[in-house]
């Protein structure tokens, strides 16, 4: 119900907005300034992005928990449709979402609410632990035929 809410409050919203805005500045300054913080908000999600997906890699790497990178990552991506987004108050909300701590607390809200049950990561060696199917418990074969390339050509070469 909340989503319909949404859905239906933000447009109204966005229009009142416009009349408002448009009939106080008028309709070339309000046009341009929808089309100025679309620029600025995208450049700005360029740029965050970039070192959000860099402290995303570095937590991979080093094998450590990745889930606030990746919401990160999520809330940016949001931010940048909000600002393509013609209007004031998507926009308002598209640069509060690209402040780190406004990110910060809404992770820490939603962090709250969700309850994580398990997180694993395996390396490349321990993966291979587990090729067997699930059926059967043994391993798995794969028939085929092979044709010894290099067999064939010292023949040749002789």
């Not at 319909?4 to 805005?21: S, T, Y």
């Not at 991506?77 to 108050?89: E, K």
């Not at 398990?118 to 043994?138: A, I, V």
């Amino acid at each position: 119900m909340w989503l319909f809410f949404v859905f239906v409050a933000v447009p109204i919203i966005e229009i009142a907005l416009f009349i408002q805005i448009g009939g106080w500045l008028g309709l070339l300054p309000t046009l341009l300034i929808v089309v100025i913080t679309a620029a600025l908000g995208t450049h700005l999600v360029r740029s965050q992005a970039i070192a959000t997906f860099g402290s995303l890699r570095e937590s991979l790497e080093t094998l450590q928990n990745p889930t606030e990178p990746l919401a990160e990552g999520a809330m940016i991506l949001f931010a940048g449709a909000l600002l393509l987004t013609p209007g004031f108050f998507t926009d308002a909300v598209g640069f509060l979402l690209l402040t780190p701590w406004f990110r910060g607390h809404l992770y820490n809200y939603m962090r709250s609410k969700i309850q994580v049950r398990k997180t694993q990561f395996r390396t490349e060696h321990q993966q291979s632990q587990y090729r067997y199917s699930k059926k059967d418990r043994g391993p798995i074969i794969i028939e085929g035929e092979y044709h010894d390339e290099n067999r064939n050509s010292n023949k040749r070469d002789d």
